[in-house]
């Protein structure tokens, strides 16, 4: 039985399930301090006999193996989390594998491994919400180098007729302080789900969501992306999105037609979780070979 | 005995040596159209009992191995070269593995394994010359997708005292339309070998750059940077580029010294003939794996 967390900025989904990511049991918990949280979370895993357990967390964290802050949250403004020892914490009650990477990147590999890219090697997977994130699988490999990728605070070139001056607290009007939820409704005065009938708001979204997926593209080549996140359940984005894309991209790559290469997530709000659970997956057969 | 060729737009270098990069012969012959480049190319490798060869290639190039046109140069402008069968040309006379990248592909791993990212399983090689290309390791593999990187073309935000409409017959404005070195020559006047003492040209050119920077980091997240090509033969341009991407990136991500992290090619001008010599290591490990 394999354990999985999906730690997000503001609920953990925890889960206990198989590596065909069938889930046995979950539960939510809000995420407030790590000295409230995380106890709920060990006594949930305490109920079942868990080989290893997968993290799929909230960032900025710290993946790199030979790092004396592997396993940490590192610089997120979140009141209690900033330098915070994830993986030890959970490893002092469960002396089991662990399998740590961010959220978006555990997104990826659920979707690449069950979900819209089931079956290939690459993937992109984008979260559009409170804030933007990507994960992204590179032949059969979650991505890291130095660090995770952070590709939600690109930079975009402004929309000629937006001058709305951006949300990013770091860049001002960097991708998510541009596209994300929060400046959505900064910027037209009130939350995304009010204007669903207003098509300008929308069309600008697919502009700059389109810019970024153009460098993505350029940059890394998916094999398939998948658009995620509560800003994308406005559906009308992905038309724009395809347009702009279309025009930005100037016939100079050839890829499948877009509607079938740029979709939404196959497993709907569970591809965290169930990414989760392969990394723990993941984490079970790395020991053996140990 | 290992063959490499490193095929450029201007001119194909070949050589033979070992995987451990030392070259014993080389030749230099004119790109012009296959019939004429190519025989010349395998008259070269005539002479030695090459076991596999390597090839670095300008593109685009078909590298998925289950596409009926793997091997191919595909949309290239060159006369003669578009749609040209590339890795069968030279297999027909060879029978030996052969492993077949972009150039920049090639110069990343050459660069990976002797060159200014020695013993790194992640870097990026880009190179700013007559074009823009980037080639990328990450975790060891060099990165393919759907295809192969484009980095070349990612789109920038316009300096807003730069009036320059671009050179990119795709994009115009794209990073190689602002930054490559017929936009250099195009924007001033001259051609950028007799601008040396002209600050402003350079810092536009680190301007332009440092974005380009800041995307890579953040969706890629290289353990080293390696910037070569013509252009970077300016040794000025660095500084701008250091000054220009702390200032973009606002101290979100944490990264090493940037004077030590965004370095010239370790190999010079080796740096894709050596990776050539590496990709036909590989593709000979291949063969004997199977």
């Known amino acids: 039985m394999l354990g999985a967390i999906e730690a997000g900025g503001t609920k953990f989904v925890c889960a206990v ?18 000295e409230e949280t995380l106890p709920k979370v060990i006594d949930f895993f305490k109920k079942y006999p868990v080989e290893a357990i997968g993290i799929g967390s909230f960032g900025p964290i710290d993946v790199n193996l030979e790092s004396p802050t592997y396993g940490y949250i ?23 594998p662990i399998g740590f990477h961010t959220d978006v990147n555990a997104a990826a590999l659920g979707e690449a491994t069950f979900g819209a890219a089931k079956g290939l090697d690459s993937c992109l997977y984008i979260t559009v919400g409170t804030g933007i994130g990507a994960g992204v699988l590179v032949q059969g490999q ?27 607290p770091y860049h001002g009007d960097c991708l998510e302080g541009m596209a994300a939820g929060p400046a959505i409704e900064a910027r037209w005065g009130v939350k995304g789900v009010r204007l669903a009938e207003r098509e300008e708001v929308w069309e600008l979204e697919g502009y700059y969501i389109a ?31 395809y347009r702009y894309l279309e025009e930005f991209l100037g016939e100079y790559v050839s890829l499948p037609e877009l509607s079938e290469y740029i979709v939404s997530p196959g497993l709907g709000n569970d591809a965290g979780i169930t990414g989760a659970l392969l990394l723990g997956d993941r984490a079970r057969a790395e020991s053996r070979k140990e």
Chains 1, 2 share one sequence.
């Open 17 to 34: 399930g198989d590596e065909k990511g069938r889930i046995t049991d979950r539960i939510q918990i809000p995420t407030t301090t790590p």
């Open 74 to 96: 590192t610089s997120t403004p979140k009141p209690g989390w900033r330098d915070y020892p994830f993986v030890q914490t959970i490893q002092d009650t469960f002396d089991v």
């Open 142 to 168: 979650l991505l890291q180098g130095y660090s995770h990728p952070e590709m939600g605070h690109i930079l975009v070139k402004r929309h000629p007729k937006d001058a709305y001056q951006g949300k990013c």
């Open 211 to 241: 810019q970024a997926l153009m460098q993505y593209i350029l940059i890394l080549s998916p094999k398939k992306i998948i658009l995620g996140g509560g800003v994308m359940n406005q559906k009308q984005v992905f038309s724009f999105v």
